[in-house]
Each structure stands twice: as C-alpha cells, then as structure tokens.
C-alpha cells in the first residue's frame, strides 16, 4: 500500500479459546481475527468496515496488544509489537493510542476530567506538574474544549463533549497513530459530523496516522484514504477507497454498499439482501467462509479457499472476481459492473436457482 507504512499488520490471528465443563476444558477457539494483513502510511487513514462480529474491533485491540493476538505480527514504525517486554511496550502505547467507541463507559465517572487526562502523562512520566497542566489545557483546546473542564466530571458533559475529552485524552500523550474504534456510533447524528470534522483537522494539523473502524460506510469513505472490507475474522477486499467505491469487485462488499443510501444516480445501487446468518466464527465454513450467503457461490467456493487477486493495488479473494479480471483483461469497472448485475439477478432468484454454473456468472 505503501512504501513508507508507520503500520504493518501481517497475518495476525486472535482467537478465543472456547471453554466448557467445570475444569474449562479449551473445546473449541473463537477465531475473531485469521489472517489479517494490511500497512497503513504515515499521515493515511485505512478505514475498516464490516458486520457487527466481523472481527474488525479485535484487529484494533490487537494492534495495541489490549487483547493478546496469537499469531502474525504487528510492526509499529520498524518494531514488532507482539514480541516487546512490559516496559518497551508502554513506550510503544505512549506512541498508538485508542478512542473508544462509548465516550460513557470510556471515562471514568469518579475522575475529574484533569485526572482523566494527567493519567497518562504520569504513568509515561511526562513532564512536570506544570508542564502536564500545559500539555492537558492544550489536548483540550485542539478538541474545541476549553480548560474549565478540567476541573468537572464526565457526567456534566453531553456525549459529543465526552468523545471530544475521550481524544483529548489520546492527543495529550502526542501519539503518531490512532486506532479510532467506531468513533462516532454512539453520538446523536447532529454531532457525528462535528466529530469527524474535528478527526479529519487533527490528522491534518498533527499528522496523525489512523486506523478508523466504523460500519457506518458512507463516513468511511469521506474520512479514509484506503479502505479494507472484514468478513467472519478475515480481508476480503482492499483497495483505495475512490476506487473501492466505484468498484467494488467482492459479492459481500457489493451487498454491503448496495445498502447506502446515495443521491447520486450515478452511485445507485440496486439493494442486494443477502440470506442467511453469518456463521459462527469458532466453526467458519470451508472453502470461502462467505459462500453460505453469496449469491454467486460456486462449486469450486465451497472447498477452496480463494486466494489473494491483487491489480493495481485493489485485492480481492474471491474466486469469481479473480477468473472475471483474467477474462476481462483486467477492467475493473467492467468486472464490478458484471459481479454487480449477476449478484442483482441471482438474489431476485429462488434460493436453489441462485447459484450460476462454475465457470460463468450466468448472464
Ligand atoms: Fe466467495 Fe465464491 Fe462468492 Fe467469491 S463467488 S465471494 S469465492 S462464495
């Protein structure tokens, strides 16, 4: 995606281990995370959407080692985070800092908003008790608060007030990288816009670098450079979010986008309902883990796990899109636009007239 990438996540697994009985015996693993590899450049935000248990709040947490990830790397600026001692890696986290999701359970209600702030600073042994209060009032201001919170709790804040202090409190300890975990989710919609604003001055004016996990898709194509679809633990397309909007090759992605909303003729889409629940991740299906609910599922998808089809920096596992690039000398409009009319016609179709014969997308 890069040649100069501050982040490089590559084939990181998390999972859970299930455990029953009265002696927790390990029966099984919750495999929220397999095989997800990704960089994201210096000064880029790669946005990452998905499902609701997708795994996409897992690769954030990974990242930052909030959960311990059990396979793969993650290298922050040159260095693996995985392998790193207590101590290199408060140094690392100083350096990648997390906003949460819920800017209510996020804050901790029996702390003033200057304690909330000042911890991080003691605990990286930032500055002076003078130099903190400089550092905290300076937070504030850069996220439109001014220093007179510091002295109040979180319960006198509106949400959007308490999300504005929950990334003061990233911003103080002066990160390079932000994982953004549904930032904005919880907020009211009058002031989600106030919030992404105000992230995309930040990355701006501080040269942030971030990882912005949403599944609100029409915000992450205006805050994101790049964009990457998770689907039950793993990537299923990535690409430049210009182009992975005007063309997207992946069946799940198509039904994902067919769901926006879009004034612009030109963006509209058909709605493609997909069938079927997401599997359980501690028993994801063979072959492609989406071809329980894909429309165009072949043969060939319920055994074979499809491989990574890159071109000009837009990947794709998906065994069709992968043999329709070949057939089509590579047109990736064109290929979107035929996936996109096969996927419209098979789901208006009977569940066992859907599938197209192997080898073609039936039209
Ligand atoms: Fe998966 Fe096959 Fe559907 Fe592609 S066509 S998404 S490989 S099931």
């Given amino acids: 995606m890069s040649a100069d990438p501050l982040v490089v996540v590559d084939r990181l697994q998390t999972h859970f281990p299930v455990r029953r009985g009265l002696l927790r015996r390990v029966i099984g693993n919750v495999q929220a995370v397999d095989g997800v590899s990704f960089s994201i450049a210096k ?22 080692r909030l959960v311990e990830p059990t396979g793969g790397d993650v290298r922050f600026a040159g260095v693996s985070v995985p392998g790193r ?13 997390i906003v949460f999701q819920d800017p209510y359970g996020s804050l901790n209600p029996r702390m003033t908003v200057r304690g909330i702030l000042e ?82 001055e930040l990355r701006e004016q501080l040269g942030l ?18 964009v990457a679809v998770m689907y039950l633990g793993r990537i299923v397309e990535r690409a430049d979010a210009a182009a992975l909007y005007r063309a997207p090759l992946h069946p799940y992605t198509l039904a994902l986008f067919s769901a926006v909303p879009s004034i612009d003729p030109a963006r509209r889409r058909r709605r493609i309902l997909l069938t079927g629940d997401v599997p359980s991740p501690s028993r994801p299906p063979r072959g492609c883990r989406f071809h329980p609910r894909c429309p165009l599922a072949e043969s060939v998808c319920r055994e074979v796990d499809p491989p990574e089809t890159t071109l000009d920096g837009h990947l794709v596992h998906c065994h069709v899109a992968a043999r329709e690039l070949e057939q089509a ?4 409009q064109a290929v979107a636009a035929r996936i996109a009319a096969a996927m419209v016609a098979a789901s208006a179709k009977p569940a066992s007239d859907a599938a197209p014969a192997s080898g073609t997308l039936g039209m």
């Fill in 43 to 64: 000064r880029r935000t790669l946005g990452l959407v998905g499902e609701s248990g997708c795994g996409k709040t897992t690769v954030g947490r990974s990242i930052l």
């Fill in 85 to 97: 001692n207590a101590a290199d890696l408060r140094a690392l986290r100083r350096r990648m800092q």
């Fill in 119 to 200: 911890e991080g600073l003691v605990i990286h042994r930032m500055g002076d008790a003078q130099e903190r209060l400089t550092r905290m009032r300076r937070a504030l201001d850069r996220t439109g608060m001014t220093a007179g919170a510091l002295e109040r709790y979180p319960h006198e804040f509106s949400g959007g007030q308490r999300q504005r202090i929950a990334i003061a409190r990233a911003l103080v300890l002066e990160p390079e990288f932000l994982v953004l975990d549904e930032p904005i989710s919880a907020l009211d919609v009058s002031i989600q816009a106030q919030v992404v604003n105000l992230l995309v």
């Fill in 209 to 226: 670098t971030y990882l912005f996990i949403s599944h609100d898709l029409s915000v992450v194509e205006y805050v994101s450079d790049d």
């Fill in 329 to 332: 000398a590579g047109d990736v």
